[in-house]
C-alpha cells in the first residue's frame, strides 16, 4: 500500500466534478469500492479503484 494515491471523499468530488455530499452518496453505493483505510474522521480509497469504477464497474453509466 506504501506510495498508492489514496483519496478521500473531497478528493472524488474533485476528480468527478460534484458536491462532497453526492460524492459521499456515492460513496455508500453497494457498488462502490470499499475504502482500504478509516482515519479518525475520514475514510480512504485508493485513487486506482475509484478510477476503475468509474471506467468499468459503473453501474449507472
Known amino acids: 500500500m506504501a506510495g498508492e494515491l489514496l483519496w478521500t ?3 472524488i ?3 468527478l466534478g ?3 455530499e ?3 452518496r456515492l460513496s455508500h453505493r453497494e457498488d462502490f469500492p470499499a475504502p482500504t483505510q478509516h ?3 475520514f475514510n480512504l480509497w485508493r485513487a486506482t479503484d475509484v478510477e476503475s469504477w468509474l471506467t468499468e464497474g459503473r453501474q449507472d453509466r
Open 9 to 11: 471523499t473531497a478528493d
Open 13 to 15: 468530488a474533485r476528480r
Open 22 to 24: 453526492h460524492a459521499r
Open 18 to 20: 460534484i458536491s462532497v
Open 39 to 41: 482515519i479518525r474522521y
